[in-house]
Nanobody, 125 residues
Framework: QVQLAESGGGSVQSGGSLRLSCAIL????????LAWFRQGPGKERERVAL???????TYTDSVKGRFTISRDNARNTLDLQLNSREPGGTAVYYC???????????????????WGQGTQVTVSS
């Protein structure tokens, strides 16, 4: 089991930026999926960025060009640089992780069993 702790959230004006960080405590196997999700008030939780061991980086369409996900192996963190655009970006951000020591399912990044507590990002106009 991996423990994850998000930090860096806060209040930002539309057009501003924040850098979120997720401390990863525990072992990540060579086949992995590390992601950032967010859940806004009254909204479904959505994945906004993913980095995996292929290596591959993907973003949901609404954040392309504004968010950047990166993994810092020296600090053992997963970071998300986000440039806000609108108050609709207010959400709690989470960084789940999944990694595999043996068999890998057909959709390895579909489900996550390790989640942090989240960090609140509030975007104001």
């Amino acid at each position: 089991q991996v423990q994850l702790a998000e930090s860096g959230g806060g209040s930002v004006q539309s057009g501003g930026s924040l850098r979120l960080s997720c401390a990863i405590l525990g072992h990540i196997y060579e086949t992995y999926c590390l992601a950032w999700f967010r859940q806004g008030p009254g909204k479904e939780r959505e994945r906004v960025a993913l980095i995996n061991s292929d290596p591959e980086i993907t973003y949901t369409d609404s954040v392309k060009g504004r968010f950047t996900i990166s993994r810092d192996n020296a600090r053992n963190t997963l970071d998300l640089q986000l440039n806000s655009r609108e108050p609709g970006g207010t959400a709690v951000y989470y960084c789940p992780a999944r990694s595999y020591a043996g068999l890998v399912p057909s959709d390895p990044c579909g489900e996550y069993n390790d989640w942090g507590q989240g960090t609140q990002v509030t975007v104001s106009s």
